[in-house]
């Protein structure tokens, strides 16, 4: 591992500890981590504890021979120099993976073909809200998203965000939240300093306008107009500079001065302090302050510190964003107003719970501890082929894989091209039936083994043409059944058929005699990973369609659905995403299909109940942080319009309640529980998730029972269909004959 911060090691901040904390967890998940330095070290106050970490090398902004005798102490690495030096450094030791914080860097990095391989991009400074992005950046975030292997993201909202404005990110962005070391925990058995007067308090950090750091100051006055006795301690060197009011920092710094002076009862300032010597000072203080202006309530990051305050068993100050009411809930008592006097009464009212707000705020921020996060992280490198087992074979297999779409193999792709038992090319049709046969005949020369994704055209291509030795393998998913091009395919030249359920199988064998061809099923692939992220406020209230063209998707059912709920409840809401069916010309030109969406729309224009809780949301590729919003998904398609259906099973990992409507198959997939017979049961199933208890034991059961269909779980499958030996076929039978 190659990891280089766009940060100074030297100044105590948010973001140098992000590098001494993202070393420490990497050295854990990597037998190497190399460490690139912006500048060289004139403290160590911050990165002791990585110094002493065995499989941690040191590497300086510069080259021994590129650096000056004069210049070397004072150099500091620009984005482009230092892009210049990681890629001189990923020459040398060959890195599994490469980690980078900040956006100019990222940019220069995702520019080198190489690098961008294996790049995991970090960006932090995403401007917020929409409107603060300059196209330019814009466009370099964008690029970025689109080139790099990985993003980070700090937040949900932050992934969210980054996936809205970036598309290419989404489904490549992982989570990457604030750390604390374990060793900075309070015990289970260590106290607080229960009721001895006076009240503690501490801020730690950088000193800065939205901080409220020059506020905080008549903290100790305000209380004690209060009755209560307080004091409050001060902690870093980092006063930052505000443009758009150049004599605040001037007054932080008189400020900090008076208080070193000794001219500022009830406070004092220890300056800056080393990670641990911070934390214990910490844990003597009752609260710690981590009030902000209400400028930063919309921020999608969240603040390191308030997690160490809470981690050390000194509960913090906090203002009551969503984000914050996230991590420690809606009725925890220290939130407070963007003022002096809302902050002390904060203060004063949660006294008589201190001892446990002290308890149960170090149990909400137990997920951000370094241990935990160490092993999401791990996942999340393995889960992007950055932690690889080595190769089975001497010589990988080349995959040559042909198709007109590849939106439910996408993930297979990725896959293939980060295994090192796989060599992967793309013979993209433009249409179903249209190809470039040149470019074909060129790429089947090359090829071990062809894989057709849509028994379509391709598979009687390739039937034909195929060269003795290659393995042809086809997955079928529905509406291949009905293709008038199976009387042009060799079906003794294909070696495989792999299908999308043991439904579709049987249906498949039955109709086109494929019975004798060795088959196997493997479902369309989930993310799980990527889907399980945590619901927003209120999204029980909000039902998902994604998709509905053709008709065949049924919308008129969701609104008699939606419409059956209001009845009862006004607060649901229909979102119906995706294109809509003007969008797809061979549909819309359909007499019967444009009726019948006229239909739809003419009843919103005349029910305004209905037409007040549906929204249409645009198609786009951010599925997973639209879904945050969507408490119930819904299936009611009819019969022959699908094979699988994936976006139930998306929203089923999200930790959705699903809710289908009878057709053949679904049982097999999902399971009949799931299955409404009447509008009236499938009403009362979701009215049933107003209750909290209830929402949790759905949810639970729905991520497990999509558990199946993960990458991860089906990558086995995947890898013995396409060896050349094609391993654990499963022959034919009379039973995937039955029809």
Known sequence: MLLYGDVSPNITDGSSIWLATMAEMLSGIFDQVHLLLKEVETTRRVLTPVHDLPNVTFHPPLAAAEAPEDSEGSFRLVPRRAAQRIATLAREIGPEAIVTRGTDVAAFVSGNPELAQIHWAYITDLPYPPDRISTHNLTKLQRIAERAHRMFAQTEDARSYLESIAPAAAGKTVLLTPTVPDRYFLGADEQGRGDLPPLRLVYSGKFARDWRTLEMIALPGALAELGVEAELVLIGDKVQADPADPDWAPAMQEALASISAGEVPGVSWLGGMDRASTIAEIRRADVGIGWRSHALDGSLELSTKALEYSAAGTPPLLNGSMSNRMVWGEQYPLFCQDDLRSAALALRDGLPVLDEVRRTAAARVGAYSLSRATERLRTAFRRGSALLAPPRGPVPTKVLVASHDLKFFGEIVDWLENSPDFEVRIDRWSKLAEHDAAMSTQLLEWADVIFCEWAGPNIAWYSRHKKPGQRLVARLHRFEINGPWWPQVATDAIDEMVYVSDYFRRRAETALGLGQIPSRVIPNTLDTLDLDRPKLPGAEFHLGLIGFVS?????????????????????????????????????????????????????????????????????????????????????????????????????????????????????????????????????????????????????????????????????????????????????????????
């Open 551 to 739: 008709f065949g998707k049924r919308p008129d059912r969701a609104l008699d659905l939606l419409s059956s709920l209001l009845e009862v409840d006004d607060r649901y809401v229909l979102h119906l995403k995706g294109r809509m069916p003007w969008e797809y010309a061979y549909e819309w030109n359909k007499p019967a299909q444009r009726h019948l969406y006229l239909d739809v729309f003419d009843r919103l224009r005349t029910e305004a109940q209905l037409r007040d809780h549906v929204v249409f949301d645009e198609f786009s590729p951010d599925i997973a942080s639209w879904l945050r919003g969507i408490g119930t998904v819904l299936s009611p398609s009819v019969d022959e319009f699908e094979s699988f259906h994936l976006a139930p099973a998306e929203g089923m990992a999200s930790g959705a309640a699903a809710v289908f409507w009878d057709r053949e198959g679904v049982d097999e997939l999902f399971g009949s529980d799931l299955i409404a017979s009447t509008i009236e049961e499938a009403r009362d199933r979701v009215l049933a998730l107003r209750s909290a208890e209830t929402r949790e034991a759905v949810a639970r059961t729905a991520r497990e029972r999509v558990a199946q269909w993960d990458i991860e779980e089906l990558s086995a499958a995947w890898s013995q269909s396409l060896s050349t030996s094609g391993a654990a076929a499963a022959p034919a039978h009379p039973a995937s004959r039955a029809g």
